[in-house]
């Protein structure tokens, strides 16, 4: 056989791409590698203003304008829109709070941190759910930089936009669109080869950058088309229950926007110093979120005087602006927004993710490029962003599905278990988070009660054909009837069917397992102790007690 294919076969054999074995401590059999264990104490190095820098970063974010600035579209006034989104983020922020400190308090990131209230194998519905929806943000986002790109192109070289288009009007994108997608594409691949612990800088540099920007466009607004003639006399288009029900879907859109971190925020709170390093979110989110929104809502108002439409994409409304100096920087810096955003809430989510689907193979940085390979080719955002209201209703669709996690997840650790939990367990298939056969069935009682009744509204999304009648309410809320509906059911199944062998007495925390592990002098894994314990109890016949034979902490 020539030297070619040898190097080929032996380049696609799976040995060939499986991770080098490190010191870590959960890895020894295989369910772990050094990206999924907790994080060791010299690495946990976010400070609160590092949480601040991260949030001001988010929402300097072109999908948070054009939430904003679509319900305009959808008929909403400002006066309507503003409390609206004052009132999602404000929610979603005590959720992240009480997640993040999970997080915070565990080191540990949310696929490895779900298995203590799904169970081990039906955890991986959660993140397998979670890795599609990263990939589906990752796309929507690279769509939105690649617009980035063609304004920056068309300031410096304006015959840009008369380039011969080879694509069917269908498509939802033209020849120069999809080059300039490929463009973004090859400049933001870069920026996900950074670890988790050196891209905060990138959030510093953006949380800098963008407000400067977004205030010096809201102040174009004002100076063009002043408050008493635009923002001011705008006035909701819509009315009765029609505006009570648009305004409660809006309301769940902003929900949505932030429902995917909601739920995997121990992703990055598991660098904190400290728990009370990340305990700055709940005042800084509704802040920093409805101010970056009335931006969006302000300049939406005076583009609707201006040009006579909504265009609730900013790199829209930029496009129409004479100046091709100031649509070439402010197109810069949606483009740096955007790199920032697609990096912190979606690559590195679906990479984390990906860690515990193949930890042998995949480590955070080969899931980040996996998911720019499948969630920047293989899904196409410009159609989910053709307009406004398809904008919504994908905001709309996933949280079906995020609600119930969110809720399951906070249920069962302040609640059912009351923070006392069993870190080293989670890392052993074998171990008391199997629940029954790795499924903990009141997790999947309710999913099946919240998912059940909005699936149908989700449907009629899909396929507005399809008449589900006044069913398409409930979906309307569904995040909030998710989470609510599905605590109460987790709560209520795991107080009346306990599952007894979840219960420690108080929490047992890798840095227990690391320091007894040091206070024996060994540095045998905890799960190669718990197999060690098992099999000490079938030869010697005695029983030992749920603690005892989880872990050898005394």
């Not at 955890?123 to 790109?149: E, K, P």
């Not at 860690?355 to 899904?379: D, E, H, M, S």
């Not at 989700?458 to 589900?468: F, K, T």
């Not at 979840?502 to 540095?523: C, E, R």
Request: aromatic share 14%.
């Amino acid at each position: 056989m020539p030297l070619k294919a040898i190097d080929t076969v032996d380049f696609l054999r799976p040995s060939k791409w499986a991770l080098e074995p490190e010191g870590t401590t959960f890895a020894n059999r295989g369910w772990s590698n050094k990206d999924m264990d907790p994080v060791p104490p010299r690495l946990r190095s976010w400070t609160a203003w590092n949480y601040v820098a991260y949030w001001i970063s988010d929402a300097t974010n072109v999908a948070i304008w054009e939430l904003a600035s679509s319900m305009l579209a959808t008929g909403l006034s400002w006066r309507q829109a503003l409390p609206c989104i004052a009132a999602g983020y404000a929610i979603i922020s005590v959720v992240i709070v009480m997640t993040g400190t999970i997080g915070a308090r565990l080191h540990i990131a949310f696929p490895v941190l779900n298995r203590s209230s799904f169970g081990f194998w039906f955890s991986y519905f959660t993140v397998f759910s979670r890795v599609i929806l990263a990939m589906f943000w990752f796309s929507i986002q690279t769509y939105i930089g690649s617009q980035a790109i063609y304004q920056m192109l068309k300031a410096i070289w304006p015959s840009i936009a008369k380039l011969p288009n080879h694509l069917p009007s269908n498509a939802n994108i033209t020849s120069s669109g999809l080059l300039c997608y490929t463009l973004y594409w090859i400049i933001q691949f870069p920026f996900m080869l950074l670890s988790p612990h050196k891209i905060r800088w990138l959030f510093l540099v953006k949380g800098i950058v963008l407000p400067i920007c977004w205030l010096a466009m809201v102040i174009w607004a004002f100076v063009r088309v002043p408050p008493s003639a635009g923002l001011f006399a705008q006035h909701a288009t819509i009315s009765g229950s029609q505006l009570t029900w648009s305004w409660l879907s809006a309301l769940n859109s902003a929900l949505g926007v932030y429902a995917t971190l909601s739920v995997n925020i121990p992703d990055f709170t598991r660098y904190a110093k400290n728990e009370q390093a990340q305990f700055v979110q709940p005042l800084v989110i509704p802040i920093i979120f409805t101010l970056s929104s009335f931006a969006g809502i302000a300049v939406t108002s005076a583009g609707i005087r201006l040009y006579g439409e909504v265009l609730w994409n900013p790199l829209l409304l930029i496009d129409r602006w004479d100046s091709r100096a100031a649509a070439f920087f402010a197109s810069l810096t949606f483009m740096i927004a955007t790199i920032g955003t697609n990096i912190s809430a979606n690559s590195l989510s679906a990479g984390n993710d990906m860690t515990v689907l193949l930890p042998k193979y995949i480590n955070i940085r080969r899931g980040q490029i996996i998911c720019a390979f499948i969630g920047g080719w293989a899904l196409c955002p410009w159609d989910i962003l053709a307009s406004a209201q398809g904008f919504l209703n994908f905001m709309n669709g996933y949280t079906i599905f995020l609600g119930p996690f969110a809720g399951i997840m906070i249920t069962d650790f302040w609640l059912v278990h009351r923070g006392r939990v069993d870190v080293p367990a989670m890392y052993d298939p074998s171990g008391r988070y199997r629940y029954t056969h790795g499924f903990n069935w009141r997790a999947v009682v309710a999913m099946l009660v919240t998912i059940g009744p909005t699936m149908p509204g989700l449907i009629h999304s899909i396929n507005p054909a399809v008449n589900i009648g006044n069913a398409t309410h409930l979906f309307d809320i569904a995040w909030m009837y998710g989470f609510f509906v599905a605590s109460v059911v987790y709560y209520l199944t795991s107080v009346v069917f306990p599952a007894q062998e979840t219960y420690v007495d108080k929490l047992i925390s890798a840095d227990n397992a690391l320091q007894t592990d040091a206070l024996h002098g060994t540095s045998t894994s905890p799960i190669d102790t718990v197999a060690s314990c098992k099999d000490t109890e079938k030869t010697q016949g005695a029983g030992l007690s749920v603690e005892a034979s989880s872990t050898r902490i005394p």
